[in-house]
Every structure is written in C-alpha cells, then in structure tokens.
C-alpha cells in the first residue's frame, strides 16, 4: 500500500514541467557513487497483509487487558475512561503539529492552558509547562534547572528514588552541568540524617520522589529544611494519581516538581509514550524547560491563548538554550487533561482511595499467609514483600494467568489499581503462598 | 472562543465510578500519618461524560492536522498518517503491555522493535540502531553524547567543540551545548551549501564532530558531502547527520554511505507517525559499527530464536529515558516501513523532491527564490520583494494563507535567509492540491500589490485574529484563576 | 534616531554615562527599535564582578535574545529592578531607563568607547 497520490501519467507532466524526463533527473545533485540501487526491504504490503502480520505480532504478547497485573514501578494499570479514547482518536488533535499558528491553533492551545492549569491544582505549584518526554528525563531537566539557577552543580538524591531515573540523572550529568551524589536510603526510604549531613552552599538541589520507588511515603521535612536554608532548591518527584489525597509537593516546599503523567490516562504501551509534567514556583518561569501556553487578547480583544516566552527555547536561544527540547508528548498530554475532566475530582480521590484499599487488603491477607513487609513506613499503592526466589515465583503466577510484580534482590514490589479485584488478589495470595511453602 | 472546562463547572455532574468495594473500606487517615495527607481542597472542575465529550470535540474543531488540509511546513514532513498504523498501535496486545513485564510475554512487541531497528539501519547505512530516544531533540543529544563518550574513551579529552552550519535547526546547537560543548557556526557559501574553505579553517583537534542535514535546510543537497566527511574524519572528529530531511533521500541515498558516522531520525516526519499537536514523536539514532558500544542501554538483540534486552553494555552512554522509548510510536513507523516495502519507500522520497519542485517552479515568477535551481524535498522562498514593494511581510503572507485554508508553511528559518517561507509539501499530497496552492499564494502576491492591507490585516476567516504575543510575554498568565 | 551627545557608546548600542567612580549604563535607541518588543530583562546580582566584554544582561523580544556585554570592568552596584516589571521602558525611553550601574575600576577602558558623533557613523553604516 502507498500513499502517494498521483498516477504516473501526471507524474509524467510534473517531471516535464520542469524540463525532466525521468525520476533520475531530480537527484542530478548527488554524486553518482553515492546512490544505491534499491533497498534491500521486503516487498510492500496490502492493508489486508498488513493487518494479518501486525495481529500477529500483537498476538505474541501476553496483555494485561487479559491477565491482572500487579506490576508497578513507574508504570501504572490505571483505568482508561471510553470517553478518552475516543476523544484522543480525533485526527484534528493527533495529526496537527505544534501550536505555532494561534489563529487556527486555539483548541490544542486551550488544551494546554487546561493542563496547564490541572496540573497546577494537583501539585499545588505556580506554574506548569507543556510536557517532557517522561518522568525520568523531566527529572533530569529539573535537576540541570536546579544547577544552572543556584549555579551550583551538586545534586543530591537518595536511592529510594526509581533506578532508572537514577540512571537518567547520570546520562544528563554527562553535560558536565551537575553532580550526581546518590545518598543510600535507609529501611526503604532516605536516610534523613544522611541527607541533611551533606547539604551546605554546594549542594543545588535535593530530590525525593514521592511515593518512593518502593511505594513508601517520604517525610522529608528536615531536608527541605535542610536545603532551603542553604539556599538551594528542593526538587520533588511526585506521582500524579496520589496527590488526589496526599500533601502536594508545594506544601512540603518543592521548588520544581516533576513526575511520571502515563497513569493519568495513558496506556502502559510497553513503555511509551507517557509523559513527563514538570512545575515549578513562579519565581523560575522564565528559566524552565519546554513549551508554555499563556493567555492574551487577539486584536479584537478576545481571549486567545499562544506559545509563550519562546526566548527560553531553543528555535530561539539556540546554544544559550537551557534545555534543547522541542517535540515534547502533547498527545499525551491532552489525554491526561481529559483524563483528569472525566473522573472529576471525586474520581480522581475514589481510583487513589480504591488502589490503597486494595494494597492494604493484599497487604493484611499476604501477612496472614506467612509474608512480611520489607519495609515498615507508610505507602500509597504499591510496596515490597519479602521473597527469597522472586523469579521463581513469578514464573508461577504466570503460570496461574497473573502477571507478578517488579522483582528485587530479595523481594518482590507489588502494585495495585482500582483495576485490580479481592479475587484477583486472593489468587495472588494463594498462588505466591503455594510458592513460598514449596 | 471556547469556554474553558473550569468555567463549566459544575458540582455534582460528574457521575463517574468505580466498581463496589469488595475489600475492607478502610480510611485513608487509618494506615497514613496526618502529615502525609492533603491538606486543601482538590479543586479540579466537575463536568458530566456528555459535557466533556462536547468540549473537547469543540476544541479539536479549533485545531488544524494534517486531516484537515495541506500542511506545507518546511522541516516538518507533514505526511499523510496512514490510519492502519493508528489501528496497529491501538491493539491490546500492545497497548496493554507492562514495561517489566518477562520477555517472554512481550516477544511479538519485542521482534516488531527489533525488524524496525534492520529497516532503519537498511535505509540509513548504519550498523546499529536504539529506538529509546523520545523525539528529534532527544535524539540529537544521545548522537551528541555518543560523539562525546567515543571521544573520551579514546582519551582524547582536548575536544571541546561542536560545529553547525549557520542554517542549522535550533536543536543542532541547543544539543551540542546541553551535552557540555561549545557551538561553533560554519558559514554557507553563496550556493547555499557549507562554505568548505570555512570548514576546513575551523576544523581541528578540538572539534569534537559536525552536526549537518542532508540535503540542508535550504532543501539542497550538499554535494560536497565526500569531501566534508574527509575533511572532519581527517582532523579526528565524526559526522552526525541530522535526519530531519531523510525524506528527500529515503532509498535514493542514504547517510552511512555519504560518511556519516551518526544518524538520528524522526519517525514523527519520515516515518509517517503524527506529530500529535507537539508530540509523542520519537528520535532513534543509529551508528556506525565503530560506535555501537556507546548506544544507550538496554539494547534489543536477537538470541537463538528469542529476542531479549541487553543491559549488559559497559561503555554505554547509560540510559536516557525510562523503558525502551516511545514504542507505540514505533508500531506505527513498523506498519508504514512495511506497508511501502522497499519499492514504496524509494517512491515516497521521489514524489516529495518532484512535488518540491513543481511548487517551486511554478512560483519563481511571483516570490523571491534565493536558490533557484534543483531543490529536494523542499524549497526555500522569500517575501522580500513584496516587503520591499508594498511592506507585505512573510509573516502578513502566511497569516493570508490561512484565509485560503491552508497552513502556513514554516516563516522565518532558515535564519540566512530574509523573509524566509520554507516550504515543503511531501509526497502524500496530489498535483491537483499543489495547484490549488499554488493559486492560493499567485493570488496573495496579486494582493500584495493590489490591496496590501488585506493581506497585512489578515487572517479574515479564523475564529480569532492575530494576537498579542507581547503582552503574553511580559505579563504571562499560564494558568487559569477563577 | 536618537543619540544623545554627552554620552559614550559601544558598537555593540550600548550606551554609558560617566559619574564619579560609577557609570550607568543601557541600550540606545537604535537598539531598541532593532530588537522590537522588549518583553524581559534579566538582570544580573549587585556586587557581582564583571570584566570588559562578559555578558551583563540578557534582554529578550518575543522572537529574539540579545546579550549586552559589559563595556568595562567594574562591579555591579544597581541594577534598576524597575525594568523586571516593566521591560517596555526600554522601548519608551531608553536613554532615561539605564540597566545597570556598575564601578569604573579602569579609567582606561572608558578610552576605548566611541562618542556621540562616531557611534551616529556606526549606526548609519549598518543601516
């Protein structure tokens, strides 16, 4: 199947046009040597055998719209309203470039400014921008912001904090910008004492993220403290769904918070495409990364709404730039700001009530099968168990069509969803306690 | 003019919910500290299904995609997205997919990610490719890191610099300079290509790699590609190619053979993959042999009959996005390179380069072409002489565009170009279209001359008039307060 | 265009005012009109030094950013925090409206900017 238009005849006519008898005559400006002779590609596809290899593919892999999933760890099985996906499936949404025209561009344009906004009210913070590419590499762009406006270069973070943002952090760190010091946690959260001891006037920013790679709630009272009396900034990596009932990162005093948007309606999709939000207080507006939707008037004195304080960016700054980002996950985006309207704000409380129910069930009904926690403080949705061959006993959910959790070292990290069931959860039970006493 | 969903508010009207609990219903401040718990009031609006479905069907009305009409935006490939590759990226099987999950549960996802990983080295000449990278940008800074950790293993640590032709896109230079290098332009010569006398004055042992897309931003081809490769492979540096315009090129050329060490592409422009209002897009990098070891991790490889994550990469640049990158994007990118084939994909290329031209051709007697001969897939014009004449602008020109139903083609870039209209209309598009575009921008220039201040005054059609970018910047209100 | 004639200029339009140990200094007119809508000014820190030539401020229009580079060496004394509510000032008065005042720690320096008359040919040049 191609797509391209015209027949050969007026193909034919174009080329003559411009005085050309062949197709040749068009690459007349690359050298010779340098031109191959055909792809070696298979041949194309009918929209029929198309379908037929891509069901094949799709049919190979085990999906958890099929098997309950009790997998986390940055990724979430949330519910997705019908509503969203239709709405999203709008091809003037998803076939549209970025907004740069405002006149034919106010309904992406509004949908920012409402995500914008959203985005606001659950974190608590001034201002928002239009989306990273996802939690981690939002974070990393935060942890550079911290460095670049303290001028400073030293980053903590504890290792509560997702491994592969960690690793993300490292990557960014090449730039030669900042420091990455990784400060061990302690019994699943990070070590206060620890912390506080390392910030002075170095230090430009501390993270935590919240809840914690390992599902637990971090108190980081004294850091902020800690932090904020040295003058730098306090980062916080929050996740989305949870502020519907825990304290917003503005009042634990974050300066930028960042976090992971997929589980506001966005699918697991293997990975990608999420998206990253990133806020901060007004004070850094003009400093931070990506795209920002402000309000203004059109001529007539309508309200309009347009891409703004475009001097940060690089189409514009070009090498002063402090973030190079230009594609940002818009889509994304617009699904979690419908996301965020169909479940409402009661919605939004019930699915984080609901996914905490659930984990404090599995919690008590695992502890009564001879489990025990790793860690003791407080979690939101997700936390860890104790396990000696958590492989194993993955391979045995499986084998009973669940698919287990996020396996440690000498555990295993379980998640749950307003998705999830008690006889879901009963069957896990069951399934990992067979495997324990084997 | 909508009215925003927090004006539509309504307490009570949204009847979402979830199943019955079946589990204990125990209450939040029971197992969670008061400290932890919010505080204020979570004041999200309140709309019914119906109300929101309206709204947001409203605002798609005040959107324009590639559905919509001819999308002439230089450097942005705005191709037809097929609707068979949103249903492929639709499908549970794919959408329903943990990134955790075991491999063994994912190997449909995982053969689909590595078939297009061989496609798109096929097409570019490389040797190994990651798919990781999330958009463009992104891509450039993991080439750009690359180039860095290839250059630190060799210990060769004097590299400090990062050229760019002085018609680069404003990522080329961003991307160098937020991987810790300093930005070196080099100019364009009066044929629009890069100046090699220039080059070559700049080109030394501290130069770390040259960032250039081929054919340029000026839709040319750089014909002295061989020559530029030696004369940066000969002073120790590497070639990057910026692969915004591989649509010009796809099966007629291809970079590894030009001398390029290192690629990065837009599946969201070549690939056919919507641009989604700003993004998901998705940026793979693909590299020559010589640098494979320095590709992110984890890296998707092919063992016996079973396809598994390599994380096991000790001279990676590390990780630069959480998962394996944008991967429903990539389905769609598997659909199209398979729906071409081989044969499609070559004729894609060619009917974008003829389609260029045929639009440049046809208005050389009404706007300004600063390199009037043989361009790619597109072509750059100019307002200059309707400035000159009747104070119409390029800006004044694209706005009137949209009277037409068109969207404007990209104004003002390249920068060395005055009054710059880059346009580019991609294969997708029929000559019956061109023609009409054509028409549209003959009309504008007849305009510009006959009455100017329609064309100033414009667009006349929208549903809101030019705005106030000024205000907007000095006094940003970028959240809505009730 | 506007170019008045007791102060100094750069070729860069930036313009300095003598006083004492101190100088005050801005943009001209010409760059003003040149950058368009002047939407921020990001100001530098009091007591910061700065030598001849490193980049003082950042000025930015909707669609452009300008650095202005500092004329001599000194230390920074005000910085006029009028300009981050009101950037326009710039474009209404820029010659009332100075950026920053800054100590003249090199007498010297002051020999290397142009006058009135030399910076009119200057601005002329490039029109």
């Given at each position: 199947m191609k797509y391209t238009p015209n027949p050969p005849a007026v193909v034919e006519d174009m080329l003559h046009s411009l005085g050309l008898n062949t197709i040749d005559g068009l690459y007349t400006d690359i050298p010779e040597e340098l031109k191959i002779n055909g792809l070696n590609l298979p041949s194309g596809l009918s929209e029929i055998e198309l379908r037929k290899e891509i069901k094949r593919l799709a049919g190979e892999n085990l999906s958890t719209e099929d098997y309950p999933c009790f997998l986390g760890a940055g990724a979430y099985d949330h519910y997705i309203p019908a509503a969203l996906t239709e709405l999203l499936g709008r091809s003037e949404f998803y076939t549209a470039y970025t907004p740069y025209q405002p006149e034919i561009s106010q309904g992406i344009l509004q949908s920012i400014f409402e995500y914008q906004t959203l985005i606001c009210r659950l974190t608590?913070?001034?201002?928002?921008?239009?989306?990273?590419?996802?939690?981690?590499?939002?974070?990393?762009?935060?942890?550079?912001?911290?460095?670049?406006s303290t001028k400073r270069e030293k980053i903590l973070v504890p290792d509560t904090v997702h491994p592969e943002y960690l690793q993300v952090l490292k990557t960014y760190s090449?730039?030669?910008?900042?420091?990455?010091?990784?400060?061990?946690?302690?019994?699943?959260?990070?070590?206060?004492?620890?912390?506080?001891?390392?910030?002075?006037?170095?230090?430009?920013?501390?993270?935590?993220?919240?809840?914690?790679?390992?599902?637990?709630?971090?108190?980081?009272?004294?850091?902020?403290?800690?932090?904020?009396?040295n003058k730098g900034l306090f980062v916080m990596c929050a996740d989305p769904i949870s502020m519907a009932i825990?304290?917003?990162?503005?009042?634990?005093?974050?300066?930028?918070?960042?976090?992971?948007?997929?589980?506001?309606?966005?699918?697991?999709?293997?990975?990608?495409?999420?998206?990253?939000f990133f806020a901060s207080t007004s004070k850094l507006l003009r400093r931070i990364p990506g795209r920002i939707v402000g309000q203004t008037?059109?001529?007539?004195?309508?309200?309009?709404?347009?891409?703004?304080?475009?001097?940060?960016?690089?189409?514009?700054?070009?090498?002063?730039?402090?973030?190079?980002?230009?594609?940002?996950?818009?889509?994304c985006a617009l699904a979690a700001t419908i996301y965020l309207t169909l479940v409402g704000p009661e919605g939004l409380k019930e699915i984080a009530v609901r996914s905490h129910q659930l984990a404090v069930y599995a919690q008590n009904q695992l502890e009564k099968a001879g489990f025990a926690l790793k860690y003791q403080a407080p979690y939101f949705r997700e936390f860890a168990i104790k396990l000696d061959d958590p492989a194993g006993a993955n391979k045995r959910?499986?084998?009973?069509?669940?698919?287990?959790?996020?396996?440690?070292?000498?555990?295993?990290?379980?998640?749950?969803?307003?998705?999830?069931?008690?006889?879901?959860?009963?069957?896990?039970?069951?399934?990992?306690?067979?495997?324990?006493?084997? | 003019m909508s009215k925003l969903i927090f004006e539509k508010d309504i307490k009570g009207s949204n009847k979402f919910s979830l199943p019955p609990c079946d589990v204990p219903q125990v209450e939040i401040?029971?197992?969670?500290?008061?400290?932890?718990?919010?505080?204020?009031?979570?004041?999200?609006?309140?709309?019914?299904?119906?109300?929101?479905?309206?709204h947001f069907t409203e605002l798609s009305h005040q959107a324009y995609g590639v559905d919509d009409g001819f999308y002439p935006l230089g450097s942005c490939t705005m191709k037809y997205n097929p609707k068979i590759n949103e249903w492929a990226a639709s499908l549970p099987g794919f959408t329903g997919l943990h990134p955790y999950q075991p491999v063994d549960t994912v190997q449909g996802a995982m053969e689909l990610m590595y078939n297009t990983q061989e496609m798109l080295c096929e097409i570019t000449g490389m040797d190994a490719m990651t798919l990781q990278p999330a958009a463009?940008?992104?891509?450039?800074?993991?080439?750009?890191?690359?180039?860095?950790?290839?250059?630190?293993?060799?210990?060769?640590?004097?590299?400090?610099?990062?050229?760019?032709?002085d018609s680069a896109h404003g990522t080329n230079p961003a991307s160098a300079h937020v991987v810790g290098y300093e930005v070196v332009e080099v100019k364009s010569d009066d044929r629009g290509l890069v100046d090699i006398d220039d080059l070559r004055e700049k080109m030394n042992d501290e130069v770390a790699g040259f960032m250039l897309t081929n054919p340029n931003t000026l839709g040319l081809f750089e014909e002295h590609i061989k020559d530029i490769a030696a004369i940066v492979h000969n002073a120790g540096g590497l070639l990057y190619y910026d692969g915004a315009n591989l649509n010009a090129v796809m099966g007629v050329s291809r970079p590894g053979d030009m001398g390029f060490d290192i690629v990065h592409l837009n599946l969201h422009k070549t690939f056919s993959t919507p641009h989604g209002g700003g993004g998901p897009g998705s940026g793979p990098v693909g590299v020559k042999a010589f640098l494979a070891d320095f590709l992110p991790i984890p890296v998707v490889v092919k063992e016996a009959d079973k396809y598994i994550f390599d994380y096991d990469r000790p001279l990676s640049i590390g990780k630069i996005k959480e998962f394996y990158g944008n991967f429903g994007v990539v389905i769609k990118t598997y659909a199209y390179l398979r729906s071409l084939g081989a044969e499609g994909i070559r004729e894609a290329s060619q009917n974008a380069v003829l389609n260029a031209n045929y639009i440049r051709n046809k208005l050389k007697d009404y706007y300004y072409i600063p390199f009037d001969r043989l361009c790619k897939h597109e072509f750059v014009a100019s307002s200059r002489n309707q400035v000159k004449e009747n104070g119409v602008t390029t800006l004044d020109v694209a706005k009137r565009l949209m009277d037409f139903g068109y969207h404007p083609p990209t104004v003002y870039f390249p920068l060395i170009v005055e009054e710059a209209l880059m346009i580019e209309p991609t294969e997708t598009e029929s000559k019956e279209r061109l023609d009409t575009f054509i028409d549209a921008l003959v009309e504008i220039a007849r305009e510009a001359k006959e009455k100017p201040e329609l064309v100033k005054s414009a667009p006349h059609t929208t549903i809101i008039k030019r705005v106030d970018e000024v205000t907007a910047a000095r006094k940003p209100v970028v959240k809505w307060e009730d | 265009m506007n170019i008045p004639k007791e102060l100094l200029y750069t070729n860069d339009h930036e313009w300095l005012k003598v006083d004492g140990d101190k100088a005050y200094i801005g943009i001209t007119d010409y760059a003003q009109h040149s950058m368009g809508d002047i939407v921020f000014v990001e100001l530098p820190e009091v007591d910061t030094e700065i030598a001849v030539g490193e980049s003082l401020v950042v000025i930015e229009s909707v669609k452009a950013v300008s650095s202005v580079f500092s004329p001599i060496s000194g230390t920074i004394l005000e910085a006029n925090e009028e300009l981050e509510e009101s950037p326009e000032s710039l474009n209404e008065d820029p010659y009332t409206n100075y950026i920053v005042a800054i100590t003249i720690s090199n007498k010297e320096e002051l020999k290397e900017l142009l006058s009135a008359d030399e910076y009119e040919k200057i601005c002329k040049e490039e029109e």
């Open positions: 608590g913070m001034d201002v928002v921008n239009a989306s990273m590419y996802d939690g981690a590499s939002a974070l990393a762009e935060a942890a550079k912001l911290a460095a670049l090449l730039s030669g910008a900042m420091e990455i010091v990784v400060v061990p946690g302690k019994n699943g959260v990070a070590d206060t004492e620890a912390m506080v001891a390392q910030i002075d006037k170095s230090v430009a920013g501390v993270i935590i993220q919240q809840p914690n790679f390992y599902g637990n709630l971090e108190a980081p009272e004294e850091i902020v403290q800690a932090v904020h009396s825990f304290k917003t990162p503005a009042k634990w005093g974050a300066d930028i918070v960042v976090g992971e948007g997929q589980p506001l309606g966005n699918s697991l999709n293997f990975g990608g495409p999420y998206l990253g008037a059109d001529e007539d004195g309508k309200r309009a709404f347009v891409l703004t304080l475009q001097a940060r960016e690089q189409h514009i700054r070009r090498e002063k730039a402090l973030s190079n980002i230009c594609s940002n996950q818009a889509l959910l499986l084998e009973n069509g669940i698919i287990g959790g996020y396996e440690l070292e000498d555990g295993m990290l379980l998640a749950f969803t307003e998705k999830r069931t008690k006889e879901e959860i009963d069957k896990l039970v069951a399934v990992l306690g067979g495997e324990k006493h084997e | 401040s029971q197992h969670i500290p008061e400290k932890y718990l919010r505080q204020e009031e979570l004041n999200l609006p309140e709309l019914s299904e119906i109300e929101t479905v309206r463009g940008a992104h891509g450039e800074m993991t080439g750009v890191m690359t180039i860095k950790a290839y250059h630190q293993r060799n210990k060769d640590v004097k590299r400090t610099k990062i050229i760019v032709p | -």
